[in-house]
């Protein structure tokens, strides 16, 4: 398998334009995750769905964001208007139940990077 | 509330030498806990996963304890090498499993 796939790997954009990141998750994984990396708070999670539905989305900043999940093998976030504080590093990542111990692992995509000038 | 919290911050050590990172947690109880390894420009990858009754998980160099009791755990890295460069992180499960609390890493830096 591929891993978790993410696009784009880099984006730098102008603050007020739309961003949409994209995620394919591994094959047969059915928890999917949102997170967002600074250097000051370090991960944090965004959202998350299971079997394409959205459990928590309480780590959303705000109505700016938004996630979807249209099917089992795709997964965007969407930034609408994207503003300067907005700037990090994007991960999607999946997993089998993540409380099954080895089998939930936690697979990590490589990341996006956004910029917001 | 639930706090992972991660020491040092940084650290720099020479190749061949050896070292240990701390991470202790409120999370109470807890199913389990991670040490993620992330190199720069890269996603975290899973080194060890413990649940709360186990003391030690090995893998290759890399060796995590845990203490339940005083809430603590660490990462032991045995005989450094310069790709060992990285950030750590430590990530406990709620038991409920309804949340992953992250520390927010340790980077550690070896040098030749």
């Known amino acids: 398998d591929a891993g978790v796939i993410q696009s784009p790997r880099h984006e730098v954009t102008e603050m007020g334009q739309e961003v949409t990141l994209r995620c394919k998750p591994i094959?047969?994984?059915?928890?999917l995750f949102w997170y967002r990396q600074t250097m000051m708070r370090g991960l944090e999670l965004l959202i998350y769905f299971n079997n394409n539905v959205p459990i928590d989305d309480s780590g959303m900043p705000e109505d700016r964001f938004s996630a979807k999940m249209p099917n089992a093998s795709f997964s965007t976030l969407k930034i609408q208007p994207s503003e300067p504080r907005d700037s990090a590093v994007y991960f999607c990542a999946s997993s089998l139940p993540w409380t099954s111990g080895l089998t939930g692992e936690l697979f990590f995509g490589e990341g996006s990077r956004l910029t917001v000038l | 509330k639930n706090q992972v919290e991660q020491s040092p911050q940084s650290l720099i050590i020479l190749e061949g030498k050896n070292c240990t990172l701390q991470?202790?947690?409120?999370?109470?109880?807890?199913?389990?806990l991670r040490w993620y390894k992330q190199d720069t420009g890269r996603g975290p990858v899973s080194l060890t996963i413990?649940?709360?009754?186990?003391n030690t998980k090995s893998n290759g160099r890399y060796t995590a304890t845990l203490d339940a009791d005083t809430k603590q755990s660490s990462l032991h890295i045995t005989a450094s090498q310069l790709s060992d460069s990285a950030s750590y992180i430590c990530?406990?499960?709620?038991?409920?499993?309804?949340?992953?609390?992250f520390g927010k890493g340790t980077t550690l830096s070896v040098s030749s």
């Open positions: 991470c202790n947690y409120t999370v109470s109880p807890f199913s389990n």
């Open positions: 990530v406990v499960t709620n038991q409920a499993g309804t949340a992953l609390i």
């Open positions: 094959s047969g994984h059915d928890y």
């Open positions: 413990m649940t709360f009754s186990e």
